[in-house]
């Protein structure tokens, strides 16, 4: 079964870039795990479920090719159906970070927080506070920066879903507390990708909704700052490499 698995991923790996898609649709058409035939989601979860390192990197591998495309995202979360990406967010809270099966699982979560119908499920398993920890987990133990980009994609991707600014409106204090912690993250020395994931969090907060919380927490002078001294911080590395 690990075999088959894997080498289903590698020989994704193997196709061009544009051409992999239609090996994704291939699978899909042929319901490889499936999930069309029984309108059900038992061969998925019953290989999942099995506590074997070895199967569990090989299924979240190959799910992860699936969850590439949105064709992918939408056959595995079938009739909108979120079991499969319950299961994958806890393995994924399993795993030791920045392993691989955990860079496996925040591919196929990042993919699938562009659903709209999935977002619920993400806020549901504290998805958000999960995302701002693993960024301040790095400042103290090295962490793969694949996990640190996807999560703070995958974070963006939630703040800025309908469900999830409806539900931000509704929750004051955690919204507060949600732009504290992104303005105190962007002053830490953090990859280019992860810093502008985290802005692009903090503009889609940045709403007339949120107007007290954003007055409160002083963020447009806190970013403006942020730029003067990032700005700054570029023209001095500039110098220096001259």
């Not at 099966?101 to 499920?121: M, P, V």
Request: proline share 1%; glycine share 2%; aromatic share 8%.
């Amino acid at each position: 079964m690990i075999e088959i698995l894997l080498s289903l991923r590698v020989n994704a790996l193997q196709i061009a870039p544009e051409l992999r898609k239609n090996l994704v649709y291939e699978l899909i058409r042929r319901d490889i795990f499936k999930i069309y035939e029984t309108d059900r989601y038992d061969f998925v979860l019953e290989i999942l479920n099995i506590k074997n390192k070895a199967l569990r990197h090989a299924m979240t591998s190959l799910i992860s090719v699936l969850s590439s495309t949105l064709k992918g995202v939408e056959y595995l979360s079938h009739n909108n159906n979120d079991c499969i990406l319950q299961r994958i967010i806890k393995i994924l809270k399993e795993q030791e970070h920045g392993n691989v099966t955990q860079r496996f699982c925040l591919a196929i979560l990042q993919k699938s927080s562009i659903k709209e119908s999935l977002i619920q499920t993400f806020i549901d398993h504290d998805m958000i506070n999960w995302s701002i920890a693993l960024v301040k987990k790095s400042f103290q133990i090295k962490i793969h920066s694949f996990c640190l980009d996807f999560a703070t994609a995958m974070l963006a991707n939630i703040i800025h879903s309908r469900w999830c600014l409806s539900y931000l409106e509704k929750k004051p204090e955690f919204t507060q507390g949600l732009i504290e912690s992104l303005l105190k993250l962007i002053n830490e020395s953090l990859p280019v990708s992860v810093l502008m994931h985290l802005l692009i969090c903090l503009s889609y907060l940045n709403r007339e909704k949120f107007k007290k919380h954003v007055e409160e927490a002083g963020l447009v002078d806190r970013i403006t700052d942020f730029a003067d001294r990032y700005s700054h911080g570029q023209q001095e590395s500039e110098s220096d490499a001259a």
